[in-house]
């Protein structure tokens, strides 16, 4: 039966996440200044979150996908930082499917104590899997991966390769993580692998299908974290609107204002609705990430707008917000690639 | 959470299939203009033939003759009718007029009007806007004046869609002056051909017609037409309102995903220099795009259907869907014509016409969408101010 109310246990998750974050992840800029990612990681950590992918007969937390989009959704609302989607959505979907050899790693990362990140994307910019072109076939890899998350933080980096993946341990011999300066969102690094020696207990047994899906789930938190973002620009833009006196009257009074907040709700509640469809499998996560990225990205811009000047000011928090909007739009899949999904989808001939 | 329909719906989906498959949509008498919301035209015939199926009354009440099915059963029925181009036409409009002589209507509505509904012999065209009364729909002059047993109504209503085909108006009337503005409304439901009815085709932009204008002179209706206690007519408008924009534009979403399916078609068997027109790869991420919006619209849809569902209190919910039901529509026909090309602009019926000319016709209908039954800038403000607590009042 559709619906599209979170389950009691899901709105606890939801409830416990916004008050946890309201408390430790504040939103404006000064405040956030002092912020200790990995303090924040840790507090996570202690509440089960990177462990919900992960089975309790490995110390996770038993959770679901659509848990996980959930408190995603959360953190986007609260704008937190660090690896949780790199560590605990793609490089443990990955991970979760390498078997039993892996259980050790999976245990660490669901207590937090170990921290994962997937690298895929070479020269091209794309994160199809199909156009790789490093390999480890000679039991070497040289080559570099780009816009890598959470590479200063990761233990683990699970590598995508033209023909397998390995889990390589981030600081062997002849590996680099050079960090990359972006306008905002966490950072992305380069990570240059110089003759790095692959053993066969490095490679991970996956099959394509194992990478597509983690790939899937990378997407799927990250259009979350775009929706969740967008809302705290909705509710941040309503409050500016009502309490904004010119002329006399809250701009909000204003029918130009009015217009610009109702089409707010119109892209956050669109992209809401197919983010659930995507979570629950009723319909592609393609179709949602390139729907919410180019949504979730005018609601920043039209907010801007609603905002006016203060916004322009580092010390607002909504260029922050913005940016991570813009980052997680092509995280684990930019518009083009997803779009290109679409119309394969849709049957137009390729 | 969850996006699965049940079994139940399924299998009632599959019987709705089946039956389009024994009785194709194309092979129902026409009788009125496709006026481009996704409901397709206006067949009789075609409504006759639902009845005969009892779906209808499906959803009414037992004591009302109807089977008690679950509210999403309709839902079920208009996807799959608007995925088939089905002529459909007056169905919501029916479904709602026999939603509210179950909840207001008088035992005459009761035991005359919903009898032919179920029967599919009843239509309603509405009679709410005036010359005057557009927008702001409580500006209007229509009256209904008392005498004896009857109202006396006297008024000119516009814009009423299929009115002369239809069997009966649902007259939004002035019943008496009040000191506030919402009070002393009274709907009636009048029978076409009531002596001084006076009903008059408006040639629409296609050149075909769609609206009426209603000249109602000294138009006697007894007092079992009235819908609910006399004044309060307006309360019933409200609550129909929220419903009206849900049931008037449900089925957009699958019928403009059915317009979409047909532009990839043409854009795959359509070559230019030997190169199907589907390889671009602008025109690649314009559809595609386009299919992500219409997804996105239907879930914005089935989420309203989830709070009257629920008995959730509805704010802004379905004035937003309407909107961007309406302006994406108007979207997917600019981009048809666009594919189109040269061809876009022939009509039906035209040498040379690709896609039956649905494209210009959806093209030229759509503009009237942002229009009717609420305009996308009133709708706009009911979100702002129903649904995030702006201040209302100033324009």
Redesign the interface.
Same mark, same amino acid.
């Given at each position: 039966?559709?619906?599209?109310?979170? /389950?009691s246990a $899901?709105q606890l998750l939801v409830s416990t996440a916004r008050e946890y974050l309201r408390r430790h992840c504040p939103i404006e800029p000064d405040r956030r200044a002092g912020l200790d990612v990995i303090q924040l990681w840790r507090g996570m950590a202690e509440l089960g979150w990177p462990g919900l992918l992960i089975s309790s007969g490995v110390g996770g937390s038993d959770g679901t996908l659509?848990d996980v989009i959930l408190l995603v959704e959360e953190l986007g609302y609260a704008a937190v930082p660090g690896p949780f989607v790199p560590s605990a959505v793609a490089a443990t979907s990955l991970l979760l499917a390498g078997g039993a050899r892996q259980q050790r790693r999976l245990t660490e990362l669901a207590t937090g104590d170990r921290i994962a990140t997937v690298a895929l994307v070479e020269e091209r910019g794309s994160f199809d899997p199909a156009g790789l072109t490093l390999t480890a076939a000679s039991g070497r890899l040289t080559g570099r991966k780009l816009f890598v998350g959470a590479a200063d933080l990761a233990d683990d980096l699970v590598v995508v390769l033209r023909d397998g993946v390995v889990v390589l341990p981030s600081d062997r011999r002849g590996i680099a993580r050079v960090p990359l300066q972006a306008i905002g969102g966490d950072p992305l690094f380069e990570v240059r692998f110089d003759d790095v020696e692959i053993g066969a207990d490095d490679r991970l047994a996956v099959t394509a299908g194992a990478v597509a899906a983690a790939l899937e789930a990378g997407a799927l938190a990250r259009t979350a974290e775009m929706v969740g973002a967008a809302r705290r620009i909705l509710e941040m833009s309503?409050e500016h609107?009502?309490t904004r006196v010119q002329g006399g009257?809250?701009i909000?009074?204003? $029918?130009a204002? $009015?217009?610009a907040?109702?089409?707010l709700?119109?892209d956050v509640?669109?992209?809401r609705?197919?983010l659930?469809?995507a979570?629950?499998?009723? /319909?592609?996560v393609a179709?949602?990430k390139?729907?919410a990225s +180019?949504?979730c990205l005018t609601v920043a811009r039209r907010a801007h707008q609603i905002f006016g000047a203060i916004s322009y000011c580092a010390e607002h928090p909504l260029h922050m917000i913005h940016k991570r909007i813009l980052a997680a739009s092509l995280d684990f899949g930019d518009t083009?690639l997803h779009? +290109?999904r679409?119309?394969r989808?849709?049957?137009? +001939?390729? | 959470?969850?996006?699965?329909?049940?079994a139940d719906e399924q299998a009632f989906a599959a019987e709705v299939r089946r039956f389009l498959r024994d009785r194709p949509p194309s092979t129902f008498a026409i009788d009125g203009m496709d006026a481009g919301y996704g409901s397709g035209a206006n067949s009789k015939a075609f409504i006759r033939a639902l009845a005969e199926r009892g779906w209808i009354r499906m959803c009414w009440p037992r004591a009302f003759g109807g089977d008690e099915r679950p509210m999403?059963f309709k839902l079920v029925l208009l996807e799959e009718l608007a995925r088939a181009g089905a002529p459909f036409g007056p169905l919501p409009g029916i479904w709602q007029t026999a939603d509210a002589i179950i909840e207001y209507g008088s035992e005459r509505l009761r035991t005359e009007v919903l009898p032919a509904i179920a029967r599919g012999e009843a239509s309603f065209w509405q009679g709410y806007s005036e010359p005057d009364a557009g927008s702001d729909l409580l500006a209007l002059k229509t009256e209904a004046r008392r005498d004896g047993d009857d109202y006396v109504i006297r008024g000119h209503k516009i814009w009423s869609s299929h009115a002369g085909i239809a069997t009966h108006g649902l007259i939004f009337t002035r019943t008496s002056r009040e000191a506030r503005r919402s009070r002393g409304f009274s709907m009636f439901v009048v029978p076409n051909g009531t002596r001084g009815m006076d009903i008059r085709p408006i040639t629409s932009l296609t050149g075909e017609v769609y609206h009426y204008e209603v000249f109602l002179d000294e138009v006697r209706v007894p007092e079992g037409l009235r819908f609910g206690p006399e004044g309060e007519g307006f309360v019933a408008l409200l609550n129909g309102l929220d419903s009206d924009r849900f049931w008037g534009r449900f089925y957009k979403a699958p019928a403009l995903e059915r317009v979409?399916?047909r532009l @990839?078609?043409y854009?795959?068997t359509t070559r230019v220099d030997g190169v199907?027109l589907?390889?671009d790869a602008g025109l690649?991420?314009r559809? =595609? =795009?386009m =299919?992500?919006?219409l997804?996105?619209?239907r879930?914005?849809f !089935?989420?309203a259907?989830?709070q009257f569902r629920d008995g959730a209190p509805i704010t !802004?919910?379905t004035a @937003?869907a309407k @909107?961007?039901a309406d302006e994406t529509g108007q979207k997917l026909a600019r981009l048809g014509m666009d594919l189109l090309g040269m061809w876009a602009p022939l009509r039906a019926g035209s040498p040379e016409a690709k896609l039956d000319g649905e494209i210009s016709h959806a093209y030229l209908t759509s503009l009237g969408h942002t229009i009717a039954g609420g305009t996308a800038?009133v709708?706009?403000?009911t @979100?702002?101010?129903r %649904?995030? %607590?702006?201040?209302a %009042? =100033?324009?």
């Open positions: 039966m559709i619906d599209f109310r979170p /389950s $899901q659509v309503v609107a009502k009257r809250p909000g009074g204003h $029918q204002i $009015q217009h907040c109702a089409d709700v119109r509640d669109t992209a609705g197919l659930y469809a979570a629950c499998d009723a /319909s592609d179709a949602a390139a729907y +180019e949504a083009t779009l +290109e679409v119309a989808a849709i049957g137009l +001939e390729a | 959470m969850d996006f699965t329909f049940t999403f979409l399916h @990839v078609e854009a795959n199907p589907a390889r690649r991420r559809l =595609a =795009a =299919a992500t919006e997804a996105a619209l879930w914005l !089935y989420r259907a989830c !802004y919910e @937003v @909107v961007m800038e709708l706009r403000t @979100v702002a101010t %649904g995030l %607590g702006l201040p %009042g =100033a324009r």
